[in-house]
């Protein structure tokens, strides 16, 4: 079976723009997670859902960020405005559970001009 | 707050020496600890976790909580080993919210 697919690969966008990243989970996984790399640093954690809900948006930067996941499998991360400190490679992942281990998709690289 | 700390961004070894990467943290209760490895051009994906006591590849961490660390070892580097390395922890319970350290590339020389 596939892995955690996301799409696109590669997104440049001007500055103030609005840009939307998707994230397909392995199939029957209940938890999605969001992660932001920029260059030089490892990933850091943005939002957790399990099922539908947001159950941990601690780490989304302000309020220009959102994620939705409507029917809980697919997930798609919004950026409102985007600036060029936005530029960074976005991860999704997804795991069985909440406590169980994550699987990681190859990431959006998101370029801000 | 939670903090991984991996001093070293690179580290260079010869094939066949011994690997060490090292990962401290800082976290105020039983954190849970994790290994993760990005080959080139792959996606990340988990190595080993603390409480799973495995040796994956050949490698194994030992979390040692007095000195809150939980370094990488490896006795004899291959070649296949060259990748980036990331520490992680994650809070009880929460094994995906993990907080990740910036990462210590390997790179293994004949």
């Known amino acids: 079976g596939a892995g955690v697919s996301q799409t696109p690969s590669n997104k440049v966008t001007e500055k103030g723009k609005y840009v939307e990243l998707r994230c397909d989970p392995i199939?029957?996984?209940?938890?999605l997670y969001w992660y932001r790399q920029s260059l030089g640093q490892g990933p850091e954690f943005l939002i957790y859902?399990?099922?539908?809900?947001?159950?941990?948006d601690s780490g989304l930067p302000n309020d220009r960020f959102f994620a939705v996941r409507p029917e809980g499998s697919v997930s798609t991360l919004k950026i409102q405005r985007t600036e060029r400190g936005d530029s960074a490679v976005y991860l999704c992942?997804?795991?069985?559970?909440?406590?169980?281990?994550?699987?990681f998709g190859q990431g959006t690289r998101l370029t801000v001009v | 707050a939670q903090r991984v700390t991996q001093p070293e961004k690179l580290l260079s070894v010869f094939k066949g020496a011994p690997v060490e990467l090292k990962c401290n943290y800082s976290y105020s209760g039983s954190p849970e600890l994790f290994w993760y490895v990005q080959y080139s051009r792959q996606r990340l994906q988990l190595l080993l976790r603390?409480?799973s006591r495995e040796s994956i590849k050949g490698f194994t961490a030992d979390l040692n909580k007095g000195e809150t660390s939980f370094h990488l070892k490896k006795p004899f580097a291959q070649e296949e080993d060259s990748a980036m390395y990331y520490c992680a922890l994650s809070g009880t319970g929460t094994a995906s919210k993990l907080t990740f350290g910036t990462g210590t590339r390997l790179q293994v020389t004949l």
């Open positions: 859902f399990q099922g539908t809900g947001a159950a941990d």
């Open positions: 603390h409480i």
């Open positions: 199939s029957g996984h209940t938890a």
């Open positions: 992942a997804s795991s069985l559970a909440r406590n169980t281990e994550a699987f």
